[in-house]
């Protein structure tokens, strides 16, 4: 038998992606569809091909799928390495509470994740100088890119080699012409709202892994369109944020929430090893939490 990839699901086809990257069109055994809801991009599967289809494009039957590392909703993709969140530096400028909020979600999900922002023609160097200073510490690795001159695309492709990644960030930051600049004719599935009427609410386009061509799987739809926290307890919430590690467990309350509690050891950290800005969206979020609670 065969392993892939599923890269595209649309009306009982599954497009598998072997892993020498040709691509069969398969159906899915009976019993595989009674025994999971669906199968999702992203889902690796065991499948066998379809002999003798010489005049047409290679088929196949998934036989089996293999257990799932994690899985997003909205759009729905199983077995995501990583989030790459795109911001822009200027027009419109970077959200760092929306990139915390990212990250938030991103950790929930167990997924690694890193910040790229764009349009770094767009500002001077004491721009750059300025957004360094404010990220020092930061736990995620943040890249500089330009997709209108190119710059930083290498360190980009680096990034999303040999994994599977979902973008995500406002639009109009650069997402679409990031994937272009990394490897032209990639783009991303915008959706206008006209283009959303048209199609009509049951036509909607299912997501789909495209295949990068120096190795790896990006997916064409923007991960995390919904941004709330629903299914976060406030308790849970400093769990997400990684630099907080090292020092759980040494403050002076054992259930620290790492807010007023007197013995902080995460607080005592702000502004050294934890960043200023970062504790302040925790603050934020876990008002936000408490809020979600009170209801
Ligand atoms: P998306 O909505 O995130 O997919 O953003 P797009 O890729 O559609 O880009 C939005 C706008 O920003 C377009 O007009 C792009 O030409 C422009 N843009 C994208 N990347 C850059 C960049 O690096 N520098 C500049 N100056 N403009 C950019
Ligand atoms: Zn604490």
């Not at 760092?96 to 023609?121: G, H, M, P, T, Y």
């Not at 500089?144 to 680096?158: N, P, V, W």
């Not at 960030?169 to 650069?174: D, Q």
């Not at 709330?228 to 259930?255: K, M, N, V």
Request: hydrophobic letters at 40%; charged letters at 25%; one cysteine or more.
């Amino acid at each position: 038998m065969l392993q892939g990839i599923v890269v595209k699901a649309a009306g009982g086809f599954f497009t598998v992606r072997d892993d020498i990257g040709k691509e069969f069109v398969c159906r899915a055994r009976g019993v595989l569809k009674r025994g999971q809801a669906t199968l999702i991009i992203g889902d690796r599967v065991y499948f066998s091909a379809v002999e003798d289809t010489s005049s047409r494009a290679p088929e196949g039957i998934i036989e089996k799928v293999l257990p799932r590392k994690n899985s997003l909703y909205r759009p729905p993709i199983a077995n995501v390495d990583q989030l790459a969140i795109i911001m822009s530096l200027k027009s419109p400028p970077c959200d760092w509470q929306l990139v915390s909020r990212l990250l938030v979600l991103a950790e929930k999900e167990d997924l690694s994740a890193f910040i790229c922002l764009n349009k770094s023609d767009l500002v001077k160097e004491k721009d750059i100088t300025k957004i360094n200073e404010l990220l020092q510490p930061y736990p995620y690795s943040v890249l500089f890119t330009s997709a209108l001159k190119g710059e930083g695309i290498d360190l980009f492709r680096d990034k999303l080699a040999g994994r599977s990644s979902v973008l995500a960030g406002p639009s109009g930051v650069g997402k679409s012409s990031m994937l272009n600049a990394l490897q032209p004719g990639l783009s991303l599935q915008t959706g206008t709202v006209s283009d959303k009427i048209k199609r009509g609410k049951h036509t909607t386009r299912q997501a789909e892994l495209l295949a990068l061509n120096f190795g790896g799987l990006v997916a064409d739809t923007p991960g995390f369109t919904r941004l709330d926290f629903s299914g976060i307890e406030p308790a849970e919430l400093s769990a997400y944020f990684p630099e907080y590690e090292p020092f759980e467990g040494q403050c002076g309350f054992r259930d620290c929430v790492h807010l007023t509690e007197p013995e902080c050891a995460v607080r005592d950290e702000v502004g050294r090893a934890i960043n200023k800005m970062r504790y302040e969206h925790y603050k934020y979020f876990m008002e936000e939490l408490n809020k979600q609670e009170a209801y």
